[in-house]
């Protein structure tokens, strides 16, 4: 734990038994990162470890984004089809910046460190979907690639068919680790702010066979405090709903 000694220094003035103290000397860390490692490499591990020490909800800052200085003259839009998927259109300076971004995310202390590229800030710019760039090591890409195949559809007998009524789901805990482009965490409780029968919807999709008649779009708030979309099958037993 690298920076335990900076955290236990920074907490030792609260009375951890109570889960308000918690928060307030996670609140204290917050801000200790926020004027010491601001726009640097130590803030989202730092903030990570002393998340994990508190048992509190992990806070992310946009830090790599800071370390690239931008001109005002980069623009990106990242588009979406169903022919072609994503297609990310740049223009030269913003290819510069890109790959500034790209080298500076590729000194990360931390696994899923990753970047913000907000729809109203630059580069992005336009009719444009944000975008998420994440770095992992390489042993992550294996694991993602078994996690997301769909597994193998038994048929509906060998699927055990919940008697639950979608609208009186309230929560959701993730049983397994979800990709890093989703700010889930396993066995955490996530609030259904809504919930609506899978049509198609272009969200995030977790299939457990062929059919698509039980599942449905939930909205959450992820770790990153923002409104997430995701299709789940009623009947997947590694997701718990709570009703």
């Not at 066995?187 to 198609?200: A, D, I, L, Q, S």
Request: charged share 30%; aromatic share 10%; glycine share 4%.
């Amino acid at each position: 734990m690298a920076y335990k000694s900076k955290i236990d220094q920074i907490i030792k003035k609260y009375n951890l038994d109570t889960d308000v103290e918690k928060k307030r000397a996670y609140q204290d860390c917050i801000k200790y990162a926020d004027d010491h490692y601001s726009s640097t490499y130590d803030i989202n591990p730092f903030l990570r470890e002393a998340a994990d020490c508190l048992g509190q909800q992990y806070i992310i800052k946009n830090s790599i984004y800071g370390m690239v200085k931008s001109n005002g003259s980069e623009l990106a839009t990242l588009t979406y089809s169903e022919s072609n998927g994503p297609t990310l259109t740049v223009n030269k300076s913003g290819l510069r910046f890109l790959s500034k971004l790209f080298l500076a995310l590729s000194k990360c202390k931390m696994n899923g460190e990753h970047v913000h590229l907000w729809n109203n800030k630059l580069p992005m710019t336009g009719k444009t979907f944000p975008l998420i760039i994440y770095c992992e090591k390489d042993d992550w890409f294996s694991a993602q690639h078994d996690e997301m195949k769909p597994k193998k559809d038994k048929g509906k007998k060998d699927i055990t068919k919940r008697n639950i009524k979608p609208k009186s789901i309230v929560g959701i805990v993730f049983t397994k680790p979800s990709p890093p482009t989703l700010s889930l965490t396993p066995m955490r409780f996530y609030k259904v702010v809504t919930c609506t029968k899978y049509t198609g919807q272009k969200v995030w999709r977790y299939m457990i066979r062929k059919s698509v008649d039980r599942m449905m779009v939930f909205t959450l708030i992820d770790d990153a405090k923002e409104k997430l979309d995701i299709a789940l099958d009623l009947d997947d037993q590694d997701v718990l709903l709570l009703i």
